[in-house]
């Protein structure tokens, strides 16, 4: 069954897509500054920076890429996000105060205008920014998947184009995405989240109680999965089908590496009172908590309806969510979830091209000192250049949505945690410490990668390169600082890291 067979699916995510586009147009006219396009003019309320910084850690990794994720691998897949009870706080209590301060003091749009901030160095800057903009592409590429393949479930289009259905897929979703991004820039993106952010709230836990209902409970569910040939009972063990290294390094990853995303760490500069932060934990907390319920139910419900005879094994495991919405939910409730997770995805989408087109024309010609003239029109250029390069990864890398968005992930996390969490807390870290360590957290992920791509094993079987990655780069900053001279710290640099 596609959506064609459903039509009111098609108009659900219709209208909300249009919805999203006129969020744009309304954003475009109300984007005059490169402050506007890069961080929505620092004029953010709690709920929307809250609801913001949920939709872009989540959107088309978590509604996507998780049950997709769940089913190749069982619930070791959910070490992933059980750190997420702790993250919002984390964030908040390392880094948040910290950033929008620094914002209040100096001119920041970007995390790499950060690093320039407290480390005085262009070099540290400049490989921030190329690390900003390698896990923007990545981790844009997975949205641009996720589209593809939402787009793919929706409208049958394999049974219509054969192996390049992916390809026409991610290709429009890029073309609307660009359209949306250049238009509104990050006020289109942060309002569009206050929609879709509290769709996917509240479907989430919908979904999660239908799908639930729909396996015949929890207990059916785990007695059809043990009892099948396909899954196994290994399939519900606490490490599912991973090895312990593995869900380790998921924890590890996604627990600590949440201190180097930049897409949710930007949402910090836009809060317009910084009083508001201490809300934060709260808000992100409850909303992601409640999204997570759809990784669990379908990762769940999904393989037990195949172990029942229900539903046919599943040619791509990333189908897991958009075919059990067209062939068990009812109409309307699946119309609401494919909207809401276009419309997750665009948002999100949104977002990454925002940060890394800040990394491209303003972060990397500061750190070779130069400025571009007219930095909002080659933002807007920039766009274009970042979408496209995603958008061919994600036909080209073959991975599925959470692999690839676990790489760009632990991407950021590995180049960025370890600079800005240690080094916003503690005066010691210098400069050449910073460099380092970003060197290694980059080169080591990008290299351990490509290396794994062409058979060449370096890792213990289970092993995750990000997991190494970040670990590298932390002990590279320690060692780095200590063995190093201190370096002076402007004084409103200092004064905010000691407030």
């Known amino acids: 069954m596609t959506g064609l067979d459903r039509p009111l699916i098609i108009g659900a995510a219709s209208v909300y897509l249009l919805l999203v586009l006129a969020v744009g147009l309304w954003s475009a006219r109300r984007t005059r500054t490169?402050?506007?396009f890069w961080i929505a003019g620092q004029n953010i309320g709690l709920w929307t920076t809250g609801l913001a910084t949920t939709s872009a850690a989540f959107s088309g990794f978590v509604f996507l890429g998780g049950p997709g994720?769940?089913?190749q691998l069982g619930t070791g897949s959910l070490f992933i996000v059980v750190a997420g009870g702790f993250t919002a706080s984390l964030m908040c209590w390392v880094l948040a105060k910290r950033l929008r301060l620094l914002a209040a003091v100096r001119e920041i749009y970007t995390i790499p205008d950060v690093i320039l901030c407290r480390y005085r160095s262009r070099a540290a800057s400049g490989i921030a920014a190329v690390a900003v903009i390698v896990?923007?592409?990545?981790?844009?590429?997975?949205?641009?998947l996720a589209l593809g393949r939402?787009?793919?479930a929706v409208f049958?289009?394999?049974?219509l184009f054969g192996p390049q259905s992916l390809t026409i897929a991610v290709t429009a979703g890029v073309v609307v995405v660009v359209l949306y991004a250049c238009l509104g820039g990050m006020i289109a993106g942060v309002y569009t989240d206050l929609l879709q952010g509290s769709l996917m709230t509240l479907v989430a836990s919908v979904v999660f109680v239908h799908a639930i209902v729909e396996g015949g409970g929890l207990e059916r569910i785990a007695t059809s999965i043990a009892a099948s040939e396909a899954f196994g009972s290994s399939f519900l063990e606490p490490l599912g089908r991973v090895p312990i290294w593995t869900a380790v390094g998921f924890y590890f990853v996604f627990g600590i590496g949440i201190l180097g995303q930049p897409h949710m760490l930007h949402k910090f500069f836009m809060i317009k009172d910084p009083r508001d932060l201490k809300?934060?934990?709260?808000?992100v907390g409850f909303t992601q908590t409640l999204c997570v319920l759809i990784w669990l139910g379908l990762g769940l419900v999904v393989p037990a309806l195949v172990a029942q005879g229900r539903l046919a094994p599943l040619m791509q495991p990333d189908d897991a969510a958009p075919i059990y919405l067209l062939e068990f939910a009812p109409t309307l409730l699946a119309g609401l979830v494919f909207a809401g997770i276009l419309a997750a995805i665009m948002s999100t989408a949104d977002s990454f091209v925002n940060i890394g087109a800040a990394a491209l024309v303003r972060d990397l010609p500061k750190a070779l000192g130069r400025e571009l003239k007219r930095e909002l029109f080659w933002g807007r250029v920039a766009v274009v250049g970042i979408a496209a390069g995603a958008g061919a990864l994600a036909v080209l890398s073959g991975d599925l949505i959470a692999i690839l968005g676990t790489f760009a992930f632990g991407t950021f996390?590995?180049?960025?945690?370890?600079?800005?969490?240690?080094?916003?807390?503690?005066?010691?870290v210098t400069a050449k410490a910073a460099v380092a360590s970003m060197l290694t957290g980059i080169t080591l992920n990008l290299g351990l990668e490509l290396f794994a791509r062409t058979g060449v094993v370096l890792l213990k079987p289970g092993v995750l390169a990000t997991a190494v990655s970040l670990a590298a780069s932390f002990a590279v900053?320690?060692?780095?600082?200590?063995?190093?001279?201190?370096?002076?710290?402007?004084?409103?640099?200092?004064?905010v890291m000691d407030h």
């Open 477 to 495: 900053l320690f060692l780095v600082s200590w063995l190093s001279e201190p370096d002076k710290i402007d004084e409103d640099v200092a004064f």
């Open 279 to 283: 809300w934060i934990p709260l808000v």
């Open 156 to 159: 049958g289009m394999r049974e």
């Open 150 to 152: 939402l787009v793919e």
């Open 135 to 144: 896990g923007t592409v990545a981790y844009l590429g997975a949205q641009f």
């Open 69 to 71: 994720l769940t089913y």
């Open 413 to 428: 996390g590995a180049a960025l945690a370890p600079a800005l969490a240690i080094g916003l807390n503690w005066h010691r």
């Open 34 to 36: 490169a402050k506007d």
